[in-house]
Structure formats: structure tokens, C-alpha cells
């Protein structure tokens, strides 16, 4: 990978699907290159997934963040693009701060709704069948969004939908939707984020 390569940072704490996608699309670029991994859980699938794409990757605690370690390892390993992928722990403001514009965070459904503390994964979708029973709702989604100080209500950068059946949907079938937007279009319009807010010409924004 050339010097000259844009260095990408991921966040995880779960089994890394996403961040799996990310690394791969990646990986024969010269322009941009994931140069960390980085998690909050020692037993992350997210690491297995690094580890065998020979990314470089790092354990932290929840102290570490909290000091301003990561912001602090980011920093001094020339990390120019944050990319969220399942992490689960509030960003502190210090990396917030590091990190403008740069920083991009996935959430499961079509923020502003379904957002805030506590929303994350299977609760998103149990939240979002309770809203469609309710005749609240008709569609879901996905959002990536520029992250800021508080959960989920930076400015969102990107959002796929798609309908819901109120006769037959159940959450567990709303997070197959939802799973199968991130498929499709986490990984590319993270790279179109990189793209736009380090201005890297030679990366395709379709």
C-alpha cells in the first residue's frame, strides 16, 4: 500500500459484517487503506475478520476511551477517516472533536426516529414492529451519519428505505431487510464519504 494511501480507522464491537465489506472493497485500492481495526470486546468477530484480511488491530476498554486514548492511538497512526461499524460505546467529545466531518456512524433504521441511547440492534427492530402495529410507520431503513457528541443525531449522509409488511413482518424479518440494505450500501457510500470529505478524486462516488 502506497504512503500516499488515505488511512481509514474502523470502530466495532460485534462480529463485523459490515466492517468485513469495508475492508474488502478496500483492499486493492492505492488511494485509500484500512489501517486499523479497532474494538472495545477482546472476543469481536470483528478481529478474526482483520486478522485475516492483515489488518492491524487493537483492544481497548472503556476507560481507555474515556481518557482519550483512542483519539490519542488514532491520531499518532495518521488516521484521517472514522468509520462506525456495530460499535456500540458513545463517542467521547475528544474524538468527536479529532475528527469533524470525518467520522461516520451506521444506524438501523431511518433516523431521526429510532435513534438515541439504547437503540441499537435488535431493539431498533422491536421498536419498529411495535411502531407498525401501531399504524406509526409503513417503511424502515438505514442511515449513515456524520457522528457527533450525542447518539445518533449527527447529520445524516445517506439513507436507504424499504416498505414493511404490517400483516407479516416481525422484527425478526425487519432486521433481514435492514441487514440486506447495509449489504448493499454500507460499504460503498462509506467509501463515498471518504471520498467526498478528504476530496480523493480517484475514488468512485456511484
Not at 456512524?105 to 429510532?114: E, V
Not at 445517506?158 to 424479518?173: K, M, N
Request: net charge neutral; aromatic share 6%; proline share 4%.
Amino acid at each position: 500500500m502506497a504512503e500516499a494511501a488515505a488511512k481509514l480507522a474502523i470502530l466495532a464491537s460485534g462480529k463485523g459484517s459490515n466492517a468485513e465489506r469495508l475492508m474488502r472493497l478496500v483492499a486493492n485500492r492505492d488511494d485509500v487503506e484500512v489501517a486499523l481495526v479497532a474494538t472495545n470486546h477482546a472476543s469481536s468477530g470483528v478481529l478474526d475478520c482483520a486478522r485475516i484480511l492483515g489488518v492491524p488491530t487493537w483492544v481497548f476498554d472503556k476507560t481507555t476511551l474515556a481518557a482519550g486514548g483512542v483519539t490519542e492511538k488514532f491520531v499518532q497512526a495518521g488516521i484521517r477517516f472514522v468509520a462506525l461499524a456495530g460499535f456500540l460505546l458513545k463517542v467521547p467529545e475528544d474524538l468527536v472533536a479529532a475528527y469533524p466531518n470525518r467520522m461516520m456512524n451506521l444506524h438501523p433504521a431511518l433516523l431521526p426516529a429510532f435513534g438515541g441511547k439504547g437503540m441499537y440492534g435488535r431493539h431498533v427492530h422491536k421498536a419498529v414492529h411495535a411502531a407498525m402495529q401501531r399504524g406509526e410507520v409503513t417503511e424502515t431503513g438505514m442511515t449513515l451519519h456524520w457522528v457527533n457528541a450525542e447518539y445518533d443525531e449527527g447529520p445524516a449522509f445517506f439513507q436507504a428505505r424499504v416498505p414493511l409488511d404490517g400483516t407479516a413482518d416481525t422484527p425478526e424479518s425487519i432486521e433481514h431487510k435492514v441487514k440486506a440494505l447495509e449489504e448493499a450500501h454500507y460499504a460503498p457510500q462509506v467509501l463515498r464519504a471518504v471520498s467526498e470529505s478528504l476530496s480523493l478524486s480517484g475514488i468512485a462516488t456511484r
